[in-house]
C-alpha cells in the first residue's frame, strides 16, 4: 500500500496537519518520497497512526506516547514500562476526575444558591469575586 497524505487522512480520520505534526514531533517516521517529493505511506504508517489516535483519545500525553511508542517498537521487552506509564495517567485522569466533581459542587451550590433577582445580590457574582465564599476554597483551575 502506497498512499498520499491525503488518502491516509481519509482511511485513519486524521487531519492532514495533524498526521505532519506528528511527523515533525518524531512519533510517525518520516514516509518515502516520490521522485516528486510526494510522500508515500505504507501498512506500518496506518497502524503507528492508529496507536497514536487512540492513545490521544485516552488522554496520554505526546511525551507517553513517545514512550509507549518506544516499548512498542521492542516487544522483545518486558512490559512493566508501559504499565507505569499507564498507572501514571490513571492517577493523573483520577486526580483531574476529583477535582471536576469538586468544581461541580461548587457550581451546584452557586446556581442553587441564587435567587436571580439582580446582578448586585447575585450569589454567582458574589461567589466568583470573593473566593472566601467558596465551599472549596483550594479549587485549582484545570489545565
Known amino acids: 500500500m502506497a498512499l498520499s497524505i491525503g488518502e491516509l487522512a481519509r482511511r485513519t480520520?486524521?487531519?492532514?496537519?495533524?498526521?505532519?505534526?506528528?511527523?515533525?514531533?518524531?512519533?510517525?517516521?518520516?514516509?518515502?518520497?516520490?521522485?516528486?517529493?510526494?510522500r508515500r505511506y505504507g501498512d506500518s504508517h496506518a497502524r503507528r497512526?492508529?496507536?497514536?489516535?487512540?492513545?490521544?483519545?485516552l488522554g496520554f500525553s505526546l511525551q507517553q506516547i513517545r514512550a509507549l511508542l518506544d516499548l512498542a517498537d521492542h516487544p522483545e521487552q518486558d512490559c512493566t514500562g508501559a504499565d507505569?506509564?499507564?498507572?501514571?495517567?490513571?492517577?493523573?485522569?483520577?486526580?483531574?476526575?476529583?477535582?471536576?466533581?469538586?468544581?461541580k459542587r461548587e457550581?451546584?451550590?452557586?446556581?442553587?444558591?441564587?435567587?436571580?433577582?439582580?446582578?448586585?445580590?447575585?450569589?454567582?457574582?458574589?461567589?466568583?469575586?470573593?473566593h472566601t465564599l467558596c465551599a472549596a476554597p483550594r479549587h485549582q483551575p484545570l489545565s
Open 49 to 57: 497512526l492508529a496507536f497514536i489516535r487512540h492513545a490521544r483519545a
Open 84 to 103: 507505569s506509564i499507564a498507572r501514571e495517567h490513571l492517577r493523573e485522569v483520577k486526580a483531574r476526575i476529583a477535582a471536576l466533581q469538586s468544581l
Open 13 to 38: 480520520g486524521a487531519k492532514v496537519q495533524t498526521i505532519r505534526y506528528y511527523e515533525q514531533a518524531g512519533l510517525m517516521p518520516e514516509p518515502e518520497r516520490t521522485r516528486g517529493g510526494q
Open 107 to 130: 457550581l451546584t451550590r452557586m446556581v442553587e444558591q441564587c435567587d436571580g433577582t439582580s446582578v448586585s445580590q447575585c450569589r454567582v457574582i458574589e461567589t466568583l469575586a470573593d
